[in-house]
T-cell receptor, first 116, second 113 residues
């Protein structure tokens, strides 16, 4: 158990579907992140939240919509995705932004998303 | 334009020998450099980091070396163990305010018994 739990582990969705990815941490961390890992590509930062406030949107298309209702939970709402959005989506958390950049984040195991 | 490059996609070493994983970067403003390790079906786990004001940091079997003039860092694992077989990512901190990490493509290490 890594301390960061992501559900579901696997998701197959059609291009017209709406689905949500969930991330939960009980580590008392205040910063949470969404990363995307496509095949043969490095992990790419998507969004950063610090104390529930979004601090970074890395030019992510609007078909990805994050939500952070509290410091323990982070969602990624998906709608009208494309097949090229198929990837591993990783959630992570850190004590705060500065600590995350020095001592690393705690990552979840990820959601493997396939868009058909 | 990739700011972080791990040019060796894979590396194979014998158990007990040294593993050396390399990482090159282009941005001289990076102030911290992190290494992550990832097993299949799991998220990456933090391994070790180094500040840009240092040239070496050691933690048990793991040592990271930083050569700022060459914009190069390396991770040494001595002695290598079969359980070290994983994908290793180099991840400099992009900005001190955002906590943003910029990941390399990763190097798959296989340690043979």
């Amino acid at each position: 158990e890594t301390g960061v739990t992501q559900t579901p582990r696997h998701l197959v969705m059609g291009m017209t579907n709406k689905k949500s990815l969930k991330c939960e941490q009980h580590l008392g961390h205040n910063a949470m992140y969404w990363y995307k890992q496509s095949a043969k590509k490095p992990l790419e930062l998507m969004f950063v939240y610090n104390f529930k406030e979004q601090t970074e949107n890395n030019s992510v298309p609007s078909r990805f919509s994050p939500e952070c209702p509290n410091s323990s939970h982070l969602f990624l709402h998906l709608h009208t995705l494309q097949p090229e959005d198929s990837a591993l989506y990783l959630c992570a958390s850190s004590q705060d932004l500065a600590v995350g950049g020095i001592y690393g984040y705690t990552f979840g195991s990820g959601t493997r998303l396939t868009v058909v | 334009d990739q700011q972080v490059k791990q040019n060796s996609p894979s590396l194979s070493v014998q158990e007990g020998r040294i593993s050396i994983l390399n990482c090159d970067y282009t941005n001289s403003m990076f102030d911290y450099f992190l290494w992550y390790k990832k097993y299949p079906a799991e998220g990456p786990t933090f391994l070790i980091s180094i500040s840009s004001i240092k040239d070496k940091n050691e933690d048990g079997r793991f040592t990271v070396f930083l050569n700022k003039s060459a914009k190069h860092l390396s991770l040494h694992i001595v002695p290598s163990q079969p359980g070290d077989s994983a994908v290793y990512f180099c991840a400099p901190r992009g900005s001190s305010n955002t906590g943003k990490l910029i990941f390399g493509q990763g190097t798959t290490l296989q340690v043979k018994p």
